[in-house]
């Protein structure tokens, strides 16, 4: 049955730019109250409080918290102040969006400069296990029931190859892999789990990307519509698979792409 999300919550990691942050605003003008956990310099926070502001223009409750969404500290912290404020409703929609990870190569020359146990484990734990960790305690708490709906951000670099991109691509398929696995075991609670795979999308993670420029271009010359994959297109995705109860469609990874792998 396709139901209404006005009056829900929804919470995203990762809320204060890109994908996230359009997800974040998409919900507020569904009439979802928006949870945010978002981790900024001063700069970031300000951004940030002004989008809050705007998602509480359109009539919802709007809270964001500068804090780090992979530590277990944070989720400690923050779970007894999310039951507080959905009032017992617990949460429709998790979105992870966590793009935090080192774009070092796995060998170089003189081995300078390559990638580090260190930055690799940290990579996959902020892009990819965090989402279980998340799931876990929510469940747990209560906070996860029937018709909700978890959404982690993958890209077709999961299963594709570039330079600087090895730790985000194990990571990738690492989550990709989580949300599989998630599905399998929420399908009896009612809870659907699901990656979208993005296209190509302009957004401040992209732009750290080495060679991100030349990319934007190919992708954008293979499109069939002619342009790069927006973070509202991903946006609009979210909001169309929550409208409804059903956990039907769980344990995919759906392109938001315009057809971009098609070519």
């Not at 502001?53 to 359109?58: F, L, S, T």
């Not at 400069?113 to 996959?124: A, Y």
């Not at 909700?148 to 299963?159: D, I, L, N, P, Q």
């Amino acid at each position: 049955m396709i139901t209404s999300l006005e009056g829900s919550w929804c919470l995203v990691l990762g809320a204060s730019s890109g994908m996230g942050l359009a997800i974040a605003h998409e919900m507020a003008r569904a009439g979802v109250g928006v949870l945010g956990v978002h981790f900024d310099t001063a700069e970031g926070q300000e951004k940030a409080a002004v989008a809050q502001e705007e998602m509480r223009g359109h009539g919802v409750e709007a809270h964001f918290f500068n804090a780090n969404a992979a530590s277990a500290r944070t989720r400690e912290e923050l779970l007894p102040r999310i039951a507080e404020l959905t009032g017992g409703k617990g949460v429709r929609v998790l979105v992870h969006s966590l793009a935090f990870g080192t774009l070092l190569p796995y060998v170089t020359p003189d081995g300078e400069g390559s990638l580090t146990s260190r930055q690799l484990n940290m990579t996959l734990d902020v892009m990819a296990h965090s989402l279980v960790y998340w799931t876990q305690d929510l469940f747990t708490a209560g906070l996860l029931r029937q018709g909700a709906k978890v959404y982690a951000m993958t890209s077709a670099g999961s299963t594709r190859v570039m330079p600087h991109y090895g730790a985000v691509s194990a990571a990738k398929a690492a989550l990709e892999s989580h949300v599989r696995q998630l599905a399998l075991e929420l399908a009896p609670s009612g809870i659907a789990v699901n990656a979208l795979r993005a296209g190509v999308t302009p957004t401040p993670s992209m732009e750290r990307i080495p060679g991100s420029e030349r990319l934007a271009e190919y992708a954008r010359d293979l499109n069939p519509h002619g342009r790069l994959t927006r973070p509202e297109d991903v946006a609009e995705a979210v909001s169309l698979l929550s409208r409804t109860d059903s956990s039907w469609i769980t344990g995919n990874v759906i392109g938001v792409d315009g057809g971009e792998l098609l070519t």
